[in-house]
């Protein structure tokens, strides 16, 4: 079965400093791809960024980088420089074999000013 | 932009009620998908479909039917509504299962 877990339900940082959203995933595949998403409060869920399994160099979005770990199946995402528009859950995610996605459970990010 | 668009934001229904929540996609994508959003468990698939006609049970299929007549459009439907399917209904498209799945904004369904 391939899971996906967040072990961290809420997590915190101040404006302008950086934090890092942990993910672990678990599958048999050997071809795969990662997704962070980004959920704000009522707002629609968008794409973060995304990591393809077989690229060692880690992806990297602007203020958004992840360090893939793929022996440890890790998968965390590091926000630089956080702004307040930064707040919102955050998903860890996992290509399924049949094209879905599963889903961590989430962790809720505060931005304090 | 691709744009995925859902009937409602809000809707509140009764026990027993057949509900219908609609799902449209602008973008000619092949693939759509039905989630269920619950705090604390993440997101999970109900159902998801290929093609037009085609349908595949996701992991929490029991209680939903899909319909897809038309390429852009995939309805989620709820034969006798029940209170444990009170939830946040999310609609994702993608053009091929490899690729980003764009979201639409969800329904919040409520049922009394």
């Known amino acids: 079965a391939q899971t996906v877990t967040q072990s961290q339900p809420e997590m915190s940082v101040q404006e302008a400093e950086t934090v890092t959203l942990s993910c672990t995933y678990d599958?048999?595949?050997?071809?795969?791809?990662l997704f962070w998403y980004k959920q704000p409060p009522s707002r629609q869920m968008i794409l973060v960024i995304r990591q393809e399994a077989y690229k060692q160099q880690n992806a990297t979005e602007n203020r958004f980088s992840v360090n893939f770990q793929k022996a440890a199946k890790s998968f965390s995402l590091k926000i630089s420089d956080s702004q307040l528009g930064d707040a919102a859950m955050y998903f860890c995610?996992?290509?399924?074999?049949?094209?879905?996605?599963?889903f961590g459970k989430g962790t809720k990010l505060s931005v304090k000013p | 932009d691709v744009k995925v668009t859902q009937s409602s934001r809000y809707l509140v229904k009764r026990t027993g009620e057949k509900v219908f929540l609609e799902c449209v996609q602008d973008?000619?994508?092949?693939?759509m998908f039905w989630y269920r959003q619950d705090p604390g468990l993440g997101l999970r698939l109900i159902y998801f479909s290929y093609d037009v006609k085609m349908k595949e049970k996701g992991d929490i299929p029991e209680g939903y039917s899909v319909s897809r007549e038309k390429k852009e459009r995939f309805s989620l439907i709820l034969e006798s509504a029940s209170t444990n399917q009170t939830s946040m209904y999310l609609c994702?498209?993608?053009?091929?299962?490899?690729?980003?799945?764009?979201f639409g904004p969800g329904t919040r369904l409520t049922v009394t």
């Open positions: 994702a498209s993608s053009y091929q299962p490899l690729y980003e799945q764009y």
């Open positions: 599958t048999s595949e050997s071809d795969y791809y």
């Open positions: 973008m000619d994508h092949e693939n």
């Open positions: 995610a996992l290509r399924g074999s049949q094209g879905n996605l599963i």
